[in-house]
């Protein structure tokens, strides 16, 4: 079965720094783009950032500069590496995978609080 399980989400200062992380199994994790979505309340998910596996990323504009994006495929994780936090970077941070028949698949999700 393919599971995605985010972590690493936590309340944070604004200016700090938090890094998520997206452990996945069940599909060839080499082989897949793996992506990072937010949902903050009463807003709709959005796609900030994601690694494909020729190593290109995908950054939202307006998190260039302050995200950052990896992956370690020997331990089959995608890294979010979050720098100078505001409060509107307060959500819900997803991690996804899209397989080869185009299901979507979704981590459970981590909360990312920034206090002002």
């Known amino acids: 079965d393919v599971q995605l399980q985010a972590s690493g989400g936590g309340l944070v200062q604004a200016g700090g720094s938090l890094r998520l992380s997206c452990a996945a199994s069940g599909f060839t994790f080499d082989d897949y783009s793996i992506g990072w979505f937010r949902q903050a309340p009463g807003m709709e998910r959005e796609g900030i950032s994601c690694s494909s596996p020729d190593g290109s990323t995908y950054y939202a504009d307006s998190l260039k500069g302050r995200f950052t994006i990896s992956r370690d495929n020997a331990k089959n994780t995608v890294y979010l590496q979050m720098n100078s936090l505001k409060p509107e970077d307060t959500a819900v941070y997803y991690c996804?995978?899209?397989?080869?028949?185009?299901?979507?698949?979704w981590g459970q999700g981590t909360l990312v609080t920034v206090s002002s």
């Open positions: 996804n995978y899209r397989s080869w028949d185009t299901t979507n698949y």
